[in-house]
């Protein structure tokens, strides 16, 4: 018997490792470039949002400002007319739309009222004629403007810290409606008339409410205050004197008014 021995011849170049291409990178240091790469978009991408939300910022700061500013603005102030005396109003850059002078006692109500043809033209427009985000006090564009109608109706911004119609706030509150109830209507730029005022109510409502909002329409609007005012003081004696209503937007809800009536008194 016979034992027989097997070899088995091995190849080097069978075992060795393929040569790599010269100058390919590591599979791990292309990985590396790659996150390297996506770190620097991150970060832009992260300073470009950071920019754009500093930006909206800055511009909510500054509208914020601008509007407050506007608002503040009592340059108007000088030319305010006086009973018998209607000072400079006619010679005064206040625009032709000009119609009265309206100022509550002891309130930060004290304007020139405007009235455009139409509802809209004074929303975004001062005194002045020029663009501002608070507007002006106007008087419904329905109205006569020697307040003549049995039923007038004022508007104006809600703005904060009781400017412009703001001011209003206070009047659903039944002591400060009280203890605030005289003022002054001064009509026409040369101030041909003034009549004297009387607060007496206030109240919520829609902005939908056609007995308040359409006031060469409604009638009976006396007795609808009576009835529907959230504070209302009887005034026997003034019962048929004609009604000047001031409007502003309830803060935070864009349905609700509120309005303040007041007797224009002869």
Same mark, same amino acid.
């Given at each position: %018997?016979?034992?027989?021995?097997?070899?088995? !011849?091995?190849? *080097?170049?069978? !075992?060795?490792?393929?040569?790599?291409?010269p100058g390919?990178?590591e599979?791990?240091?292309?990985?590396?470039?790659?996150? /390297? /790469?996506?770190?620097?978009?991150?970060?832009?991408t992260?300073?470009?949002? #950071?920019?754009? $939300?500093?930006?909206?910022?800055?511009?909510?700061?500054?509208?914020?400002?601008?509007?407050?500013?506007?608002?503040s603005?009592?340059?108007?102030?000088?030319?305010?007319?006086s *009973?018998?005396?209607?000072?400079?109003?006619?010679?005064?850059?206040?625009?032709?739309?000009?119609?009265?002078?309206?100022?509550?006692? +002891?309130?930060?109500?004290?304007?020139?009222? %405007? =009235?455009? =043809?139409?509802?809209?033209?004074?929303?975004?427009?001062d *005194?002045?004629g020029?663009?501002?985000?608070?507007?002006?006090? #106007?008087?419904?564009?329905?109205?006569?403007?020697?307040?003549?109608?049995?039923?007038?109706?004022v508007? &104006?911004?809600? @703005?904060?810290?009781?400017? %412009? #119609?703001?001011?209003? +706030?206070?009047?659903?509150?039944?002591?400060?409606?009280?203890?605030?109830?005289?003022?002054?209507?001064i009509? &026409?730029?040369?101030?041909?008339?003034?009549?004297?005022?009387?607060?007496?109510?206030? %109240?919520?409502?829609s902005a939908? +409410?056609? @007995?308040?909002?359409? *006031?060469?329409?409604?009638t009976?609007?006396?007795?609808?205050?009576k009835?529907?005012?959230?504070y209302?003081?009887?005034?026997?004696? $003034?019962?048929?004197?004609r009604?000047? &209503?001031?409007?502003?937007?309830?803060?935070?809800?864009? @349905?609700?008014?509120?309005i303040?009536?007041?007797?224009?008194l002869?």
């Open positions: %018997m016979s034992n027989s021995v097997q070899t088995t !011849t091995i190849n *080097p170049a069978a !075992t060795a490792p393929a040569p790599s291409t390919a990178p599979p791990s240091d292309r990985a590396r470039r790659i996150w /390297k /790469k996506l770190n620097v978009y991150y970060e832009r992260l300073l470009a949002v #950071f920019v754009v $939300l500093l930006l909206i910022v800055l511009y909510c700061l500054y509208d914020t400002w601008y509007v407050y500013d506007h608002a603005d009592k340059s108007f102030l000088k030319y305010r007319p *009973p018998g005396n209607p000072g400079s109003v006619a010679d005064s850059p206040i625009t032709d739309d000009y119609v009265a002078w309206l100022t509550i006692d +002891d309130t930060n109500i004290d304007y020139p009222v %405007m =009235q455009g =043809q139409d509802n809209t033209k004074y929303l975004n427009l *005194p002045y020029k663009y501002s985000l608070s507007g002006s006090i #106007f008087l419904d564009s329905r109205n006569k403007k020697d307040f003549s109608d049995e039923y007038s109706l508007y &104006g911004h809600h @703005m904060e810290y009781g400017k %412009m #119609f703001g001011a209003l +706030d206070d009047f659903l509150n039944e002591k400060y409606l009280k203890s605030h109830s005289e003022g002054t209507l009509v &026409g730029k040369e101030g041909t008339s003034a009549y004297s005022l009387k607060v007496f109510a206030s %109240m919520r409502s939908k +409410d056609k @007995m308040i909002f359409s *006031p060469t329409e409604s009976g609007t006396e007795d609808y205050i009835e529907n005012a959230d209302y003081v009887d005034h026997p004696e $003034l019962s048929g004197a009604i000047l &209503g001031l409007s502003t937007c309830s803060e935070g809800d864009s @349905m609700t008014r509120i303040v009536f007041a007797y224009i002869e």
